[in-house]
């Protein structure tokens, strides 16, 4: 077989078999193929796309070109849960810990911030002393302690999809169906959990920001899940502004903390508890109303925040920075951005915020970049509101006058006014079960 082939075969629209897509992922996973011709073959893949059956094969090949993490030894229903990436998205930081407190063992593999999105492994870094990188062994145990673990992608789970998504990253082949579908489903079949909710996000600061799409996806990764005989749903939600008032790893988790103490932001609590509300109904077997207010009294009770603080200290981290605000990392400098007209927020072009808070240190341009867990944006405004001139929209944290001056820029950017106020938007779209 010749990799020459099979990118002029799917260039010209033709359907790969599995055979071949097994002979591309483990050619690529082990280096005899070449980055320029895994190219090739990603673009035409963007360009032409992939039947139902490839992508299936294309997911299988991954999930299995490393191990597959047998969790049948764990005592109870493992579950896991995973988002298509957003601005803000700390919901993993209120989910996790609600289905845990619920008794579910919640197994999850994270990933970093991408471009513009956000990921939970650095938020959790932001920590002090936590460790994101636990061994097969040490993850099997904490989640048949505590029922609650949360890992970075290690080398061993779904390399293929490590090295695809890396090179993605730089030729523009992040946003296609089949690829992103492959990508996260490979993933969540070789982390190994019985149970999983998918987080589908749509609106300008989502990978796939049409609706139609993200629904295509959410229609892909579940009838992958459930080939593979597992629970599924996808629970579409709207990236279309900001997610809660917090951008930046540890302004995240302090949001997210806040949400768990029974505060924090209406929008991140009602998405935190209907991801949870389907997580604990299809492992519980409960109807979704009752999943749902089980889950609201995991936040009430504290339950939810302890099982966080349980599995910060359980990885090494200070669980103390979690009690309070002031206790957690602060940027050396900060600088609020003022309204410079007067009327409603009528849009926030969510990518150009995510780009914001990457140029004030918070995400990385380069895969070397190190991240300031301290820089971000709180917002004052969101879509909707009126504001008038000179009014605060958001206080922005850096380490230095320049960064400021480049996230502020970008921020404003964002921004469109209008004298009319805009339609509410809804926080969900839907479902795919
Ligand atoms: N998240 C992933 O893990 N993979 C993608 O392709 C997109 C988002």
């Not at 099982?307 to 200070?318: F, T, Y």
């Not at 504001?387 to 605060?392: E, I």
């Amino acid at each position: 077989m010749r990799m020459l082939d099979l990118i002029e075969k799917k260039k010209q629209g033709g359907a790969l078999n599995k055979a071949e897509i097994r002979f591309f992922v483990d050619g690529f996973t082990c280096g005899e193929i070449p980055d320029y011709q895994a190219s090739a073959l990603l673009m035409a893949i963007c360009l032409v796309g992939m039947t139902s059956e490839e992508t299936v094969a294309l997911t299988d090949c991954m999930a299995h070109s490393g191990d597959i993490l047998d969790l049948s030894d764990v005592d109870g229903v493992t579950a896991d849960k995973h988002s298509t990436g957003g601005v803000g998205d700390k919901t993993t930081l209120v989910v996790a810990p609600v289905c845990a407190a619920m008794g579910l063992k919640i197994a999850k593999m994270s990933g970093r911030g991408l471009g513009h999105t956000g990921g939970t492994i650095d938020k959790l870094e932001s920590i002090p002393g936590f460790r994101t990188s636990l061994s097969e062994a040490e993850f099997k145990t904490q989640v048949n302690a505590i029922g609650l673990a949360v890992t970075g992608q290690t080398g061993m789970l779904a390399p293929a999809d490590k090295k695809i998504y890396a090179l993605r990253d730089v030729t523009a082949t992040v946003n296609s169906i089949p690829l992103i579908a492959s990508s996260i489903m490979s993933k969540k079949l070789a982390a190994g959990a019985q149970n999983i909710v998918l987080d589908v996000k749509c609106g300008s600061g989502a990978l796939l920001p049409n609706a139609d799409d993200a629904r295509a996806l959410a229609e892909q990764m579940v009838a992958i899940g459930k080939t593979c005989g597992r629970g599924i749903a996808a629970v579409l939600t709207n990236m279309d502004v900001p997610l809660g008032t917090h951008i930046g790893n540890a302004l995240e988790v302090t949001e997210a903390c806040a949400v768990l103490q029974n505060g924090g932001a209406a929008d991140l609590r009602e998405i935190s508890l209907t991801l949870s509300a389907y997580l604990i109904a299809m492992s519980l077997e409960k109807t979704y109303e009752e999943a749902y207010r089980a889950a609201e009294q995991m936040l009430e009770s504290g339950a939810a925040f302890r099982k966080l603080q349980e599995m910060v200290a359980a990885q090494g981290g200070d669980a103390r920075v979690l009690e309070s605000e002031t206790c957690f990392l602060s940027a050396r400098m900060q600088a609020e951005v003022c309204a410079e007209q007067t009327g409603y927020i009528a849009h926030m072009h969510t990518q150009k915020i995510g780009e914001s808070a990457s140029l004030l240190g918070a995400g990385r341009e380069k895969k070397t970049d190190v991240i300031d867990y301290a820089a971000g944006i709180v917002l004052h405004k969101k879509t909707g509101d009126f504001v008038n001139r000179g009014d605060v929209l958001a206080v922005l944290y850096a380490s230095c006058a320049e960064r400021l001056q480049a996230g502020k820029q970008r921020f404003l950017d964002a921004l469109v006014f209008s004298n009319t106020k805009p339609e509410p938007q809804a926080l969900c779209f839907g479902t795919v079960e």
